[in-house]
């Protein structure tokens, strides 16, 4: 198997692999799964489906890029910035004024 | 506008923000053995702010900017160098020392730096995820007699100045302030990047330069004590009630809020 996109798909294994050892649900979990995807493609022949789904990987790559980013910016918000939206939020499920609060989230 | 700058990056290495937190036997601090660590997440973002600015003066042919990030502490600190390393840094010192090491020990360290590297901007994480102290920062400008930005949201960079919008409480507030400055990063800055793999090989021959505390001469001593650390009082577990009268009953006898 030596195909001009061989490298591109080793690279973008290496690059999920590395990227699941932060993942949530675990990294074992996340490499098995990342394995299983590879393998069952493992046959494909047509170039052009090969880069759909090299394409595909870019774009897992992003999105947990993306979900860990997102999960370290909310614990940090939960953390340092809730507390004005709480006491927020607890005023207004006590009177109940559920409009001025969607406002007030923008 | 021609600019060549040279941009300090201060970085601490934190227990990471996902671990739970546990306080040691003794409760006198909290537990790090065997414990995941990782940059602390608004030093993530002054290492981006940094990247960012040399990134754009690149982009504009306006001139340049070399990036260094700095760490004080034991040799694992290399770890989260490297890591801003890989995010794109040019080089990065790091200042040995095994002993505890408070917001004034690091401020007396980072000063020692400063005066030696000579930079245009010093940017720093407002806080560390660990201690909390949110004290660095200020202190090193009141060392160094330097203006500071604290709890930056934007920056612009103009010609030996910048722009800051500050988070304050209940809006923003957009100072302007001469170079060179700290400025001192908050939340909503900009989004960390994520090294890649390639990057990451990369940064392992950029340069790290190894200082230590003595070379420096500077006095590291804590000045505060930690008498005690305790981990917050663990929430009561609900209970089932069979009834409403059980309810009414629980409410006023239990409870004492009827």
Aim: glycine share 6%; charged share 30%; with cysteine.
């Amino acid at each position: 198997m030596s195909t001009p996109t061989r490298h591109r798909v080793i690279a973008l294994y290496k690059q999920l692999f590395y990227l699941g050892r932060e993942y949530p649900a675990g990294a074992d979990f996340f490499h098995k799964k990342l394995k299983s995807a590879f393998v069952k493609n493992k046959d494909l022949r047509d170039p052009a489906e090969i880069q759909k789904r090299i394409d595909l990987g870019d774009y897992v790559c992003k999105e947990i890029e993306a979900m860990y980013h997102i999960n370290k910016y909310r614990a940090m918000k939960k953390r340092y910035y809730d507390t004005q939206d709480e006491s927020l939020l607890q005023s207004k499920l006590e009177s109940g004024n559920w409009e001025d609060l969607q406002a007030g989230k923008r | 506008m021609s600019n060549n700058l040279r941009i300090l990056v201060a970085t601490k290495r934190v227990i990471d923000y996902a671990v739970k937190i546990r306080v040691n036997a003794a409760g006198t601090a909290v537990e790090t053995a065997n414990v995941k660590h990782s940059m602390n997440p608004f030093d993530e973002i002054g290492t981006e702010q940094a990247i960012q600015i040399k990134e754009g003066l690149e982009k504009a042919k306006t001139g340049k900017a070399e990036v260094v990030v700095v760490s004080c502490g034991p040799a694992k600190v290399q770890e989260t160098l490297r890591t801003a390393l890989a995010m794109g840094a040019d080089r990065a010192i790091h200042v040995e020392s095994n002993d505890e090491l408070q917001p004034l020990a690091v401020a007396k360290v980072l000063k020692a730096i400063v005066e030696k590297e000579k930079p245009d901007l010093v940017i720093l994480g407002k806080q560390a995820i660990d201690d909390d102290s949110n004290q660095t920062g200020q202190m090193l400008a009141g060392l160094l007699n330097w203006p500071q930005a604290t709890f930056a949201s934007k920056v612009e960079l103009g010609e030996k100045a910048m722009t800051v919008t500050r988070e304050v409480d209940g809006g923003v507030e957009t100072i302007k302030t001469a170079l060179p400055a700290i400025l001192t990063t908050d939340l909503r800055l900009n989004t960390p990047r994520y090294a890649s793999l390639p990057n990451i090989m990369k940064a392992k021959k950029k340069p790290l330069a190894k200082l230590t505390v003595a070379e420096l001469g500077v006095d590291v001593k804590p000045r505060l004590e930690i008498l005690k650390v305790a981990e917050p009082a663990k929430r009561q577990g609900g209970k089932m009630v069979e009834s409403v009268d059980d309810l009414v009953d629980k409410l006023k006898n239990e409870a004492k809020v009827l």
